[in-house]
């Protein structure tokens, strides 16, 4: 999708919202992660570029470690300002701290944006949600009642096992799907094997207290590795042509979704609150992008590092899905709200511009 589609798609969204309000509040938040999620982090996955993502690494970590947490510190710090207390704002810079997957690939893929650069940013994109929901899990527990700093100390070292447990179950999924599909030459079992795949490896992997999102990551790129290396996937061409057109749908939907969800009462309840968090997330960017100038990369790919940092459907999911009662959940809801539709707006003025400069700023 062009970033001009999308924005169509969201106002269109927040149109019927008016005729219907709060129809979808709750439906976008279940469903962005139990049922568009999980395909939409293994196409992504499937069509990533590995070899580029393994040269790229030390960016690609750089943004989606230190640049999460810098991001939820730089949130905290701004709503702190509006005597918002730390513990609250952090768990506000948490859910707001990873840049959406679903609008980040959606726009790239539109774009001639160049190999290495996409690679970062679509990488980042996917990485860093794994990292901020396992920091969103250790900050709402310490904003739950009586959470001690050695539980919330545990619950991130369990977060981080799980991630990297997510990684393994993934692969070990995708391996054992690849060897089945080895003699195959059905494009619909093909097809239905790596919906299978996606969402097999997500649910496996919470159920077993796994991440979800690097199951599903994991097995995307390890599959489409097996199905180059053994040539499992004899029409891959069929099978590429369905998920293009099932992200097409799903992205649609989100973005629709996302729009008719929007609550203007949640948005204007605090004002100060919510120009805050659009200040810190702003500031935030700048501060992640400056992260890659010791790597050395044209000043231009920075421009796109900070204008594509668009937040959307998971932010606010996690935002919905904060327990009743946690403390300034309705100005979370309606920050994250605000700062997704501010992020894709201004994407939509920005992004293109950007990325034609930073193409002539080819390493």
Request: net charge positive; aromatic share 8%; proline share 4%.
């Amino acid at each position: 999708m062009s970033v001009w589609r999308i924005v169509a798609v969201v106002a269109a969204g927040i149109a019927y919202g008016f005729i219907a309000p709060g129809q979808f509040a709750y439906a976008l938040g279940h469903a962005t992660l139990y049922v568009f999620l999980p395909p939409l982090l293994f196409e992504a996955a499937w069509n990533l570029n590995l070899r580029a993502a393994v040269r790229q690494w030390p960016a690609i970590a750089t943004l989606a470690g230190p640049g999460v947490l810098l991001t939820a510190l730089v949130v905290a710090g701004a709503l702190a300002v509006v005597r918002v207390p730390f513990a609250t704002a952090l768990l506000a810079g948490a859910i707001l701290s990873a840049t959406d997957p679903i609008a980040v690939v959606a726009i790239f893929r539109r774009l001639k944006v160049p190999r290495t650069l996409s690679t970062i940013v679509e990488c980042e994109s996917l990485f860093n949600d794994a990292v901020a929901v396992v920091l969103y899990r250790g900050v709402l527990l310490a904003v739950a009642a009586g959470a001690s700093a050695k539980a919330v100390g545990l619950v991130t070292l369990l977060s981080i096992g799980g991630s990297l447990g997510g990684v393994a179950l993934g692969a070990l999924i995708a391996f054992v799907a690849a060897r089945a599909l080895r003699s195959v030459r059905v494009a619909e079992v093909q097809i239905a094997a790596t919906v299978v795949c996606a969402y097999g490896s997500y649910f496996a992997a919470e159920t077993l207290h796994l991440s979800g999102i690097f199951a599903a990551i994991s097995c995307g790129i390890a599959l489409r590795h097996f199905e180059r290396r053994w040539i499992t996937l004899n029409l891959a061409e069929d099978v590429n042509r369905f998920w293009d057109l099932a992200a097409l749908v799903a992205n649609v939907l989100v973005f629709f979704m996302l729009g008719a969800a929007l609550r203007v009462a949640d948005v204007l309840r605090n004002p100060a609150f919510v120009i805050a968090t659009l200040a810190g997330v702003a500031l935030a960017r700048f501060a992640v992008a400056g992260l890659l100038l010791p790597g050395g990369y044209p000043r231009a790919w920075l421009d796109v590092v900070r204008v594509a940092a668009m937040r959307g459907a998971l932010s606010i999911a996690l935002a919905i899905s904060l327990p009743e009662g946690t403390p300034y959940r309705s100005e979370i809801v309606g920050a994250s709200f605000a700062v997704a539709i501010a992020t894709i707006v201004s994407g939509a003025f920005t992004v293109p511009a950007v990325v034609a400069k930073a193409a002539r700023a080819r390493q």
